[in-house]
C-alpha cells in the first residue's frame, strides 16, 4: 500500500462508526483505533453494568485517547444501558406530557452526567421527530409529540442538559421520520407534504436543535420528494449539504442512520450507501446494529477508498468529513480533560422515577368510580405487540412485576398475538383484572382481545404503555412508554402504594 492509499485508508477507517459483538473490545477494535478508527458505538449487547461499560471505555481510549465512543441511548424505550431492566428515566413522549422544559432539560442531563461517567462522549439522541401520524411503526412514544413547536422546545431543552452533563447530543432523523407508516429497517419511507408543510412540521425540531449547539445531527433513510424527487435523504446532497448545511447553518458532524437498513442498502448496497452519504455531505457512517464485525468495517473502508480512487467520492470531501469527526473527538476529549471514569454505583434514576411519576395520566368514567385503589392482588394481562429493531427484543418491559411487589399475590402471563386464548378472564377468580397494552389503536387483535376481556370482566383497568390514541375501559392509565419508571408509576398509581 501506498503512502497516500495508506493515508487514505485512515481517512476512511476516521469516519466509520462501527459497532461490534461482545462485552470486551476486540482486537480487530483495538487495533483499528491504532490505524485511525475515529469512533465506535456501543449497543445493549456490549452493556453487562456501569463497571463493564466504565472498563471497556478505557480499554478502548488507551488505544485512542480522543476516540469518539456513541451509543444510542434516548432513554425511554430505547435504552441500552438499562437494557436488562428496562429505563429508569421516561422516554419523550412522558416528557412532552408534561411539557415543563426545564424538567426534560434535568433528565437529559442526568442522563448526561451518567454517560459521561461511564466514560461514553457522543450520544445518538433526542429524537426529533414530530410524530404526526400515530399509526407510525417506528417513532411513537419516542418523539416528544405532535405539535413541532412543542417537539422543538423540547428537543433543544434536552440537547442543553444532554451537553451540560458532558456528552455531544445528536438530534435525530432528519430531516424528520414522524409521518410515516414505514420502519426505515425493512424499507423506505416516504415522506410526503410540500416545502412549506416540512417546514412548519417536520424542519421546526431541527431549527431548535441547531439553535441549542447540538453538536451532531443523523440522517433519516426517508424519501422527501419535496426535497429531492430523486434520492433519500441519507444519500441527497440537496438535504445534507444544501438544507442542513447551505440553509439551516448547521457546521457540526452529520451522521448517517445504520448504513446496513434496508431502506438504503436494498436500492443502493451496503457500501454502496455509505460512498453516497459522503459524498452527499455525511461526516461520519454508522453502522454495526447487524454488521458488526471486522469484514463489514473493511468492506466499508475498502469502497470509500475505492471511491476516492475513481473519482465518485471527492478526496476533498473525504478530507473535510474526517476533519468534521476529528474536530468533535477534539471537543469530547477536552469536555473530558483526562478524567478517570468512575461509574456511579447506581442501578436506576431518582430524577427519572419522579418525571415519570409526573407524566402519568388517568381516564375514568362513571363506571370506574371506587375503582382505585386496588384492594388485594391482581392477575395481570400483558400483550406483546411486536418490537422495532430500534427498542430491541432485549429490553425489559411490563407491569406485572412492579404490580406484584405492592400487591403480594399479584400474577401475571403474557401473550403474543398468537397465543392469545380466548378468555382472558378465566384466571383472574376474584383478583383484579389490570390489562397492559402497547400502541392498542395500531394492533386489531389486540382490541379485539381487549374488548372481549371488557365485556366479561367491565371492572378490568386498561393500562397502556404505548401511544394512547384510543382510550378503553372504565380505567385507564397512560403512562407514554414501556420504561420501567413509567411502569413502577403505574403501579403506585394503581395501589395508591409509593
Given at each position: 500500500?501506498?503512502?497516500?492509499?495508506?493515508?487514505?485508508?485512515?481517512?476512511?477507517?476516521?469516519?466509520?462508526?462501527?459497532?461490534?459483538?461482545?462485552?470486551?473490545?476486540?482486537?480487530?477494535?483495538?487495533?483499528?483505533?491504532?490505524?485511525?478508527?475515529?469512533?465506535?458505538?456501543?449497543?445493549?449487547?456490549?452493556?453487562?453494568?456501569?463497571?463493564?461499560?466504565?472498563?471497556?471505555?478505557?480499554?478502548?481510549?488507551?488505544?485512542?485517547?480522543?476516540?469518539?465512543?456513541?451509543?444510542?441511548?434516548?432513554?425511554?424505550?430505547?435504552?441500552?444501558?438499562?437494557?436488562?431492566?428496562?429505563?429508569?428515566?421516561?422516554?419523550?413522549?412522558?416528557?412532552?406530557?408534561?411539557?415543563?422544559?426545564?424538567?426534560?432539560?434535568?433528565?437529559?442531563?442526568?442522563?448526561?452526567?451518567?454517560?459521561?461517567?461511564?466514560?461514553?462522549?457522543?450520544?445518538?439522541?433526542?429524537?426529533?421527530?414530530?410524530?404526526?401520524?400515530?399509526d407510525n411503526p417506528v417513532i411513537g412514544v419516542r418523539s416528544f409529540g405532535a405539535d413541532p413547536n412543542l417537539t422543538a422546545r423540547h428537543t433543544a431543552a434536552w440537547v442543553r442538559g444532554l451537553?451540560?452533563?458532558?456528552?455531544?447530543?445528536?438530534?435525530?432523523h432528519f430531516p424528520g421520520h414522524g409521518d410515516t407508516q414505514v420502519?426505515?429497517?425493512?424499507?423506505?419511507?416516504?415522506?410526503?407534504?410540500?416545502?412549506?408543510?416540512?417546514d412548519a412540521v417536520e424542519l421546526t425540531p431541527f431549527r431548535a436543535a441547531i439553535s441549542a449547539g447540538v453538536q451532531a445531527i443523523m440522517t433519516g433513510h426517508l424519501f422527501v420528494p419535496a426535497l429531492d424527487p430523486d434520492l433519500p435523504a441519507t444519500l441527497s446532497r440537496r438535504i445534507l449539504t444544501g438544507l442542513l448545511r447551505d440553509e439551516l447553518g448547521f457546521a457540526g458532524v452529520v451522521v448517517t442512520d445504520a448504513v446496513e437498513m434496508r431502506a438504503v442498502a436494498d436500492r443502493y448496497g451496503f457500501t454502496g450507501a455509505a460512498v453516497r452519504a459522503l459524498a452527499a455531505g455525511a461526516d461520519a457512517i454508522c453502522v454495526g446494529g447487524e454488521h458488526a464485525d471486522e469484514d463489514a468495517a473493511r468492506r466499508l473502508r475498502d469502497a470509500i477508498v475505492a471511491a476516492v480512487a475513481a473519482g465518485t467520492l471527492p478526496e476533498e470531501r473525504l478530507v473535510e468529513a474526517a476533519?468534521?469527526?476529528?474536530?468533535?473527538?477534539?471537543?469530547?476529549?477536552?469536555?473530558?480533560?483526562?478524567?478517570?471514569?468512575?461509574?456511579?454505583?447506581?442501578?436506576?434514576?431518582?430524577?427519572?422515577f419522579a418525571a415519570a411519576r409526573r407524566a402519568i395520566r388517568v381516564t375514568t368514567d362513571r363506571a370506574g368510580l371506587g375503582t382505585l385503589p386496588l384492594i388485594g392482588p391482581a392477575h395481570v394481562v400483558e400483550f406483546e405487540s411486536p418490537r422495532n429493531l430500534a427498542i430491541g427484543t432485549e429490553t425489559a418491559w411490563g407491569v406485572a412485576a412492579p404490580l406484584a411487589e405492592l400487591l403480594p399475590g399479584t400474577t401475571g402471563?403474557?401473550?403474543?398475538?398468537?397465543?392469545?386464548?380466548?378468555?382472558?378472564?378465566?384466571?383472574?377468580?376474584?383478583?383484579?383484572?389490570?390489562?397492559?397494552?402497547?400502541?392498542?389503536?395500531?394492533?386489531?387483535?389486540?382490541?379485539?382481545?381487549?374488548?372481549?376481556?371488557?365485556?366479561?370482566?367491565?371492572?378490568?383497568?386498561?393500562?397502556?404503555?404505548?401511544?394512547?390514541?384510543?382510550v378503553t375501559g372504565a380505567v385507564h392509565v397512560a403512562t407514554y412508554g414501556a420504561t420501567r419508571a413509567g411502569s413502577r408509576a403505574a403501579a403506585e398509581l394503581l395501589t395508591g402504594i409509593g
Open positions: 500500500m501506498t503512502t497516500s492509499e495508506a493515508n487514505l485508508a485512515s481517512l476512511a477507517a476516521t469516519v466509520l462508526q462501527p459497532g461490534f459483538v461482545g462485552t470486551t473490545a476486540p482486537s480487530w477494535v483495538r487495533r483499528w483505533l491504532g490505524d485511525g478508527l475515529g469512533a465506535v458505538v456501543l449497543f445493549a449487547r456490549n452493556v453487562v453494568d456501569s463497571e463493564q461499560v466504565a472498563a471497556l471505555t478505557a480499554t478502548l481510549r488507551a488505544e485512542r485517547s480522543d476516540v469518539i465512543v456513541a451509543i444510542d441511548e434516548e432513554a425511554g424505550d430505547v435504552t441500552r444501558i438499562e437494557s436488562g431492566l428496562g429505563s429508569s428515566r421516561p422516554g419523550n413522549l412522558a416528557l412532552g406530557v408534561v411539557d415543563d422544559p426545564l424538567l426534560t432539560e434535568e433528565v437529559a442531563h442526568d442522563l448526561g452526567t451518567e454517560l459521561a461517567a461511564l466514560g461514553i462522549t457522543l450520544n445518538y439522541a433526542p429524537d426529533a421527530d414530530v410524530n404526526s401520524n400515530p451537553q451540560a452533563g458532558g456528552v455531544a447530543a445528536c438530534a435525530k420502519d426505515s429497517h425493512h424499507g423506505l419511507p416516504r415522506i410526503a407534504g410540500d416545502r412549506s408543510r416540512l476533519k468534521r469527526v476529528d474536530q468533535l473527538a477534539a471537543a469530547t476529549a477536552a469536555r473530558r480533560g483526562g478524567r478517570p471514569v468512575r461509574p456511579a454505583a447506581r442501578d436506576s434514576s431518582a430524577v427519572g402471563v403474557r401473550y403474543a398475538e398468537a397465543e392469545v386464548p380466548p378468555d382472558l378472564t378465566a384466571d383472574a377468580g376474584g383478583r383484579h383484572l389490570v390489562l397492559v397494552v402497547r400502541d392498542l389503536h395500531r394492533h386489531p387483535w389486540m382490541r379485539a382481545a381487549v374488548t372481549r376481556a371488557l365485556a366479561s370482566r367491565p371492572d378490568a383497568v386498561v393500562v397502556e404503555l404505548g401511544v394512547p390514541e384510543l
